[in-house]
């Protein structure tokens, strides 16, 4: 990996962080603590949405550079 791809990945993962962080103050302004489970629900399902479009996108890039999405000629012509 090249250093720019680097720092762009530390980049988004501390400001992920901070946003995080920051989202404990606003829900500790609304008045209405948040469990261990509320956490882990909200931390998981930021780690599986993550995911799923890291997984979304690789499956496209992985079509488009195979021929999956190239337009076949129609068959017997």
Do not use: C, K, N, Q
Request: aromatic fraction near 16%.
């Amino acid at each position: 990996m090249s250093g720019r791809t680097i720092f762009w990945i530390v980049g988004s993962l501390v400001l992920l962080g901070a946003l995080l962080w920051g989202a404990t103050f606003f829900w500790e302004g609304l008045g209405s603590g948040v469990s261990g489970h509320g956490w882990f629900a909200y931390i998981l399902g930021g780690v599986l949405t993550l995911g799923l479009s890291g997984a979304l996108f690789a499956l496209s890039f992985y079509s488009a550079r195979h021929g999956h999405d190239d337009i076949d000629p129609p068959a017997g012509g």
